[in-house]
């Protein structure tokens, strides 16, 4: 269980913000345990640059980093998916694919700082806000105690997340 990976697709309506937040911190905060992605049902086509401004001035990764629709991952070609977690309330209540594998579940919201209107010193403030209460779910996750947990009791702590700050 030690050298496992475990796949986790990150949804959001858009992705181009939240989810791809949460994809390029979990690729690095997993040191190499996970393999983090993100996809959305109507996908905006681009990444907020504001996401990729402060991921960059992070050092987190986003070379790799797009924009694309759930529907690549519910292909047969697809890589084995784990986990699956919404970060935004809308995908949570939409209709998902068929995910090979049966992955566990959890939504985890978070509000959105593309939606922030007003200056760039606000919106900057939104995505701060955003990255940091996903990076404690994250860090938070990646420290369960996955070889000693049962799928019920696992699914459970991997939901429990979203409901803290």
Do not use: Y
């Not at 797009?66 to 784990?82: C, I, T, Y």
């Not at 949570?92 to 579940?105: D, K, R």
């Amino acid at each position: 269980m030690a050298d496992l990976v475990f796949n986790v697709l990150f949804l959001c309506t858009g992705n181009s913000a939240r989810s791809i937040l949460a994809e390029s911190l979990l690729n690095q905060l997993g040191q190499g345990r996970f393999r983090a992605f993100s996809a959305g049902s109507h996908p905006g086509g681009r990444v907020n640059p504001f996401a990729l401004e402060l991921l960059e001035k992070n050092h987190f990764p986003t070379g790799n980093l797009r924009s694309k629709s759930w529907g690549e991952f519910a292909q047969p070609d697809a890589p084995q998916l784990d986990f699956v977690i919404t970060v935004c309330d809308n995908a949570a209540g939409e209709v998902c694919p068929v995910w090979p594998g049966q992955p566990m579940t959890a939504h985890w919201g978070i509000p959105d700082p593309a939606a922030v209107e007003g200056r760039d010193d606000a919106k900057r403030r939104a995505f701060v806000d955003a990255m940091n209460q996903l990076q404690r779910r994250i860090s938070t996750f990646v420290s369960l105690p996955f070889h000693t947990l049962d799928g019920l009791k696992l699914q459970q702590a991997v939901r429990e997340i979203g409901k803290t700050a």
